[in-house]
Structure formats: C-alpha cells, structure tokens
C-alpha cells in the first residue's frame, strides 16, 4: 500500500472516498471498475490530461508523481492504481476480488502490470496516439520538469519534448515486452472464464484496461483467443461499462 503525506493538507479533510482520475489513463480506468464492483459511492475529481490539468502546483500537492490516479480515503492519500484496488479489496470485503487460493500468483499479475507500465504501455500509447495530443509548450515542459522529482517519469517525457517524439527503437521494445506478457496471459486464460478461474478477481480489473487502451492503439490481437473471449466477457460488466467506456465512449477516435 503506497500511502503519501500530501503538501496540499486541504485533501486531508476529506470523508468517503475521492478519487482522482482521467478518462483515458488505463490506471485510472481499474480503480473505476473497482469501485463499481464494490458497488462504492465515490466523489469523482476528473483531471482532463490532454489538457495537462494534472500539471499544476495544486496537483503535484496532492500526488508527488503528478499521476492519475490517486484516491483519498477519509483524508488518507493513496497513490499507484494496483495499490488503491488492492486496498479497497481489503478495506471492502464484499464481494471479494481475490481467489481462494493463488493469492500469490494474483499478486505477480499486479506487480507485472505496474512493472511494464513506464517500459512498454506508456511508449506504446504515447508513440501510437498520445504524443502529438499531448505535447507541451516550452512553459509547460519547464513547469512539468519544475515539479516531477521522479526520474523514471522526467526520462520518458523528455523523449517527446521540445518536438521530438518517440520512435522505432521505444516502439520495437514495448512490442517485445507486451508479446511476452500476452503469450503468459494467453496461457492462462487456457479452459480458465477468468485469469485465476471462474469468477472475476484484481488480476482481470488490473489487465482488462491495458487491453482495451492498446485495442485502441491498434495493438494486434488476433493470434489470441483466450484473451480475445476473456475481453468479450467483460462487455455485459456494469463495471467495465461505467468504468471505461462511459468516459472513453471510442478511444480508438480519441
């Protein structure tokens, strides 16, 4: 559980649950289907990212790393998208998320979720669509650089600032870590309804929105099956409706 002290103490006065998010941010879109899965009432704080609302003082306040999303729980700041579904899973029992057993291996579903996020999704997204949508002026880039102390995060804005973009070699690389990644999901969804069995768990919320976001990008999904029947299913959610595509209704036009 990744819990931060906010410079902005304002958010610490705050009851029930807020969340801040984006539309497109495919972290953001876990939370919301984990909150429609607990059937949670929520207070909604939407950031619109190709604005670069994220990229203020008051937000930065909030959140470190200036990403959405992050929940503030009765004052309590959460940060980092498979850290805020884990603990509301804890926090809210019921319905459960979690298997009966293979708490471990739902667990290593998350961590590889987040560990490729910066190294594969990111560059994928950003290369495909995002990058001109986003681009900054020489003031927000200066701004941005002013308060993002993470490193990771100043590393992979730089390669498409001041004009540049990222290219075939960012491209090349994400492609050969989401091959590895499906080929493993691919795998597992093998005479499985849902990735750790027969009912829906953390491990699907956290890799459905990766898959929806890349379908989106044209990432190829044909030579998977399991994937393809395990993403149909979501569909008739609520929770996938109300999570992902009431905000991103055709992300593929975005």
Same mark, same amino acid.
């Given at each position: 559980?990744?819990?931060?002290?906010?410079t902005?103490?304002?958010?610490?006065?705050?009851?029930?649950?807020?969340?801040?998010?984006?539309?497109?941010?495919?972290?953001?879109?876990?939370?919301?289907?984990?909150?429609?899965?607990?059937?949670?009432?929520?207070?909604?704080?939407?950031?619109?990212?190709?604005?670069?609302?994220?990229?203020?003082?008051? $937000?930065?306040?909030?959140?470190?790393?200036?990403?959405?999303?992050?929940?503030?729980?009765?004052?309590?700041?959460?940060?980092?998208?498979?850290?805020?579904?884990?603990?509301?899973?804890?926090? $809210?029992?019921?319905?459960?998320?979690?298997?009966?057993?293979?708490e471990d291996?739902?667990?290593?579903?998350?961590?590889?979720?987040?560990?490729?996020?910066?190294?594969?999704?990111?560059?994928?997204?950003?290369?495909?669509?995002?990058?001109?949508?986003?681009?900054?002026?020489?003031?927000?880039?200066?701004?941005?650089?002013?308060?993002?102390?993470?490193?990771?995060?100043?590393?992979?804005?730089?390669?498409?600032?001041?004009?540049?973009?990222?290219?075939?070699?960012?491209?090349?690389?994400?492609?050969?870590?989401?091959?590895?990644?499906?080929?493993?999901?691919?795998?597992?969804?093998?005479?499985?309804?849902?990735?750790?069995?027969?009912?829906?768990?953390?491990?699907?919320?956290?890799?459905?929105?990766?898959?929806?976001?890349l379908?989106g990008?044209?990432?190829?999904f044909?030579?998977?099956?399991?994937?393809?029947?395990?993403?149909?299913?979501?569909?008739?959610?609520?929770?996938?409706?109300?999570?992902?595509?009431?905000?991103?209704?055709?992300?593929?036009?975005?």
């Amino acid at each position: 559980m990744v819990v931060v002290i906010p410079t902005d103490t304002s958010v610490q006065s705050l009851k029930g649950l807020h969340l801040y998010h984006g539309a497109i941010s495919n972290c953001s879109m876990r939370v919301r289907m984990t909150l429609f899965e607990k059937g949670l009432e929520w207070t909604s704080h939407h950031l619109d990212l190709k604005k670069k609302e994220n990229i203020s003082d008051a $937000y930065f306040g909030i959140n470190p790393n200036g990403l959405v999303p992050t929940l503030v729980h009765n004052g309590v700041v959460h940060i980092e998208s498979n850290d805020i579904i884990d603990y509301l899973d804890k926090t $809210y029992k019921e319905p459960p998320l979690r298997p009966a057993d293979g708490e471990d291996e739902m667990m290593a579903w998350l961590k590889l979720a987040t560990s490729i996020h910066v190294s594969a999704i990111k560059p994928y997204v950003y290369a495909t669509k995002m990058q001109q949508k986003v681009q900054k002026t020489a003031a927000e880039e200066a701004k941005y650089d002013a308060l993002q102390t993470n490193e990771e995060l100043k590393k992979f804005h730089a390669k498409h600032a001041g004009g540049n973009a990222l290219g075939a070699a960012d491209m090349a690389r994400s492609k050969v870590i989401l091959e590895d990644c499906f080929s493993k999901l691919e795998k597992a969804l093998e005479g499985r309804e849902w990735m750790m069995g027969d009912h829906i768990t953390l491990a699907d919320i956290s890799w459905i929105p990766v898959h929806f976001v890349l379908v989106g990008c044209g990432y190829p999904f044909e030579n998977y099956p399991n994937i393809q029947r395990w993403a149909n299913a979501f569909k008739s959610r609520e929770s996938y409706q109300e999570g992902i595509i009431k905000w991103c209704p055709d992300f593929s036009k975005e």
